[in-house]
């Protein structure tokens, strides 16, 4: 038999948006607040991947500093 530890493995919890073709458009690993997972849903269903990065696009939407 083999010990516990040779079998443990761990990762990061990891979300991924893919685009109607199957196309991967954002990765967001590990854990993120109900406000900061809707506000990447918003930017992949508004498809602001395509203009600019999430920070920006953040900006440009809400104004945040």
Same mark, same amino acid.
């Given at each position: 038999?083999?010990?516990? +530890? +040779?079998?443990?493995? =761990? %990762?990061?919890? +990891?979300?991924? !948006? ?7 458009? !954002?990765?967001?690993? %590990?854990?993120? =607040?109900?406000?900061? !997972?809707?506000? @990447?849903?918003?930017? @992949? ?6 203009? @600019? ?9 809400? %104004?945040?500093?």
């Amino acid at each position: 038999l083999f010990p516990y +530890t +040779t079998l443990f493995r =761990s %990762g990061t919890p +990891t979300t991924v !948006f893919y685009d109607e073709t199957g196309d991967q458009v !954002f990765r967001m690993p %590990g854990y993120a =607040s109900p406000e900061i !997972f809707y506000l @990447v849903y918003e930017y @992949v269903a508004e498809e602001g991947y395509q203009d @600019v990065p999430l920070q920006n696009w953040a900006k440009l939407k809400y %104004g945040a500093k």
